[in-house]
C-alpha cells in the first residue's frame, strides 16, 4: 500500500490550497485516513483525521478553517485549507491508519512522503 500526496505549494496569509492524499496498491478498502503536518524544530501533530464514515476530528488550531473529505472508491483524502496563516507552513504528510487488503491482511499506519505548505505574512 502507497500513499501520493499532492497540492501543496506556496499561498499568501488568507489563502487556500487543497490537499489530496492517494492510496493505492493491494486496497479492498481504507478505515481511517488523516493529515498531519511538522514544522521545523517542531513535533508532527494532528492535523484531521475522518473515518470511511465520514466521522472527523481536527487539531484545535485548524478549527473552522480545514475541512477533510473522503472518496470512498478512490482510497482519496482531501484537505481543504482556507484562511491560511504563516503558522501553518509545514510538512503536511497523509497517513492511513487502518488498511484491509485484498491478499487476506491488514496493514497499519501507512504514511505519504510529504507535501511542503508554505505561507508567506
Known amino acids: 500500500v502507497q500513499l501520493q500526496a499532492s497540492g501543496g505549494g506556496f499561498v499568501q496569509a488568507g489563502g487556500s490550497l487543497r490537499l489530496s492524499c492517494i492510496a493505492s496498491?493491494?486496497?479492498?478498502?481504507?478505515?481511517?485516513m488523516g493529515w498531519y503536518r511538522q514544522a521545523p524544530g517542531k513535533q508532527r501533530e494532528l492535523v484531521a483525521s475522518?473515518?470511511?464514515?465520514?466521522?472527523?476530528k481536527y487539531g484545535d488550531s485548524v478549527k473552522g478553517r480545514f475541512t477533510i473529505s473522503i472518496d470512498n472508491p478512490k482510497n482519496t483524502a482531501y484537505l481543504q485549507m482556507n484562511s491560511l496563516k504563516p503558522e501553518d507552513t509545514a510538512v503536511y504528510y497523509c497517513n492511513a491508519e487502518h488498511v484491509v487488503t485484498t491478499l487476506g491482511y491488514d496493514e497499519y499506519n501507512r504514511w505519504g512522503q510529504g507535501t511542503q505548505v508554505t505561507v508567506s505574512s
Open positions: 475522518i473515518t470511511s464514515g465520514g466521522i472527523t
Open positions: 496498491g493491494t486496497i479492498f478498502r481504507v478505515n481511517d
